[in-house]
């Protein structure tokens, strides 16, 4: 979707803002917040993709104004909602309605190495070999999808070079929406920097930006 | 150090009642048997106190330290990161770009924020914020110069956008004068930020004399 989280090349966001000795969690709340995004996420109601998604949802206004951690937050409470984890009711009166069962088997503290360490592996196994080699031409789409998708809206329509073949991954494009994995080659695009921002960039510069064979044509 | 001293960027407008509302969240999805506190706890303590940019660091002296090491991390990141046991999470598919005289590298992501957390940790706030993620792409020397970094016309600045699966590391420049430092010291040189391409490893390290 072209919303307010496809930021590459806009204006106006001001400075960046670079805090000496950050620490990890800015408050306790953002701390909660991204652990029980991850240990919600571990009953495997929504993949990757769709807590992306979920977050591209936010209205652009709101977007903007909320933090990162602030985010994650509207992100759960929706997904948990939309699969059905917790009803809406609950949410709103913060207790779990009388007679459903409890959830089993959660996720404890002595799975969280193992659940971290696993990682979620998005690359996938594919037959056919790459339509793309490097050292070839290609156009990214000029694609404006309303759903999820990565291809930023920067790239579209124009032209880069393939630097190299990463391996078969899963489409975000279908993944995020439940409609399957669709697994296709992702390649390591090289855009030139003048190509994607005109004259004002710097002759030698260049964006590499991933994309699946989905987002490409030969050029 | 108090967390108000240091938020006032990007958190200005969180409702004042946030925090109140994620517990809520917390006591319901534990009441549902969704959570288990202690699981949030051991989370919180991963990414507070165990996984971090030092994890990075050491990938970087080893790649200084040592030529076959480097050899192997450029080629496939993934499984020459994962001789030291970091893997997982946002790091199932790792690549790492060498800088050199001719070439900087530097890490975004214009669509989020990922970010390569086996071994940098979680992101800082700048990396999250509109501010970098819109300009790294456009402007990325005027970025640099920001961080106090000024790139030679002569060098070349690839920017790259993790817009798939895979999660970027820069290996920085070994800085002259180090040939007698062990791979622990080198590994104390090393900054996140210098792994993200937005400063170069110093020696000595700034306000220290070698």
Not at chain 2, 42 to 48: R, V
Request: glycine letters at 8%; aromatic letters at 8%; one cysteine or more.
């Amino acid at each position: 979707m072209n919303g307010v989280h496809d930021m590459g090349g806009m204006h106006g966001m001001g400075p960046v803002k670079h805090e000496k000795d950050e620490p990890v969690f800015h408050a306790p709340w953002e701390g909660r917040t991204f652990a029980l995004t991850l240990a919600a996420g571990a009953w495997g109601k929504w993949n990757i993709d769709a807590g992306r998604h979920e977050i591209e949802l936010i209205p652009p206004a709101q977007y903007l104004r909320m933090s990162y951690y602030e985010r994650w937050y509207v992100r759960l409470v929706e997904l948990l909602a939309k699969r059905e984890l917790v009803s809406r009711e609950e949410l709103e009166t913060g207790h779990a309605k009388p007679g459903v069962p409890k959830a089993s088997p959660r996720l404890t503290a002595g799975q969280v190495p193992a659940l971290l360490s696993a990682g979620a592996l998005a690359s996938r196994r594919i037959a056919e070999s790459p339509r793309f080699q490097p050292g070839q031409r290609v156009r990214a789409r000029n694609i404006h999808p309303a759903g999820h998708t990565r291809l930023p809206r920067y790239a579209r329509g124009k032209q880069g070079t393939i630097d190299r073949h990463r391996g078969g991954f899963v489409f975000p494009d279908t993944n995020a929406h439940f409609l399957g994995e669709k697994p296709q080659h992702v390649y390591s695009v090289r855009f030139a920097a003048r190509e994607l921002w005109g004259d004002q960039a710097s002759p030698r510069d260049a964006v590499y930006i991933d994309m699946w064979d989905d987002y490409l044509e030969p050029a | 150090m108090p967390p108000a001293e240091h938020h006032d960027h990007a958190h200005q407008d969180v409702p004042s009642d946030l925090a109140l509302r994620v517990k809520a969240l917390e006591s319901l999805l534990v009441e549902k048997g969704l959570v288990d506190p202690a699981a949030l706890d051991a989370l919180i303590d991963t990414y507070e106190n165990k996984v971090g940019p030092r994890n990075g660091a050491r990938v970087v002296a080893r790649a200084w330290a040592e030529p076959a090491y480097k050899a192997r991390l450029l080629a496939d990141g993934t499984s020459a990161i994962a001789e030291f046991g970091f893997s997982g999470r946002q790091g199932e598919h790792m690549v790492v770009v060498e800088n050199t005289a001719r070439v900087h590298n530097l890490i975004v992501c214009t669509l989020c924020s990922c970010y390569p957390w086996p071994v940098l940790g979680l992101p800082p706030v700048w990396y999250k914020s509109a501010a970098y993620r819109s300009r790294a792409v456009v402007d990325p020397r005027g970025v640099l110069r920001e961080f106090g970094l000024e790139i030679g016309e002569d060098v070349e600045v690839r920017v790259w956008d993790s817009t798939a699966e895979l999660r970027y590391l820069v290996l920085p420049e070994r800085p002259a004068g180090t040939d007698h430092l062990s791979e622990e010291d080198l590994a104390a040189l090393v900054t996140r930020d210098a792994m993200v391409g937005v400063a170069k490893v110093e020696y000595p390290k700034p306000g220290e004399t070698a």
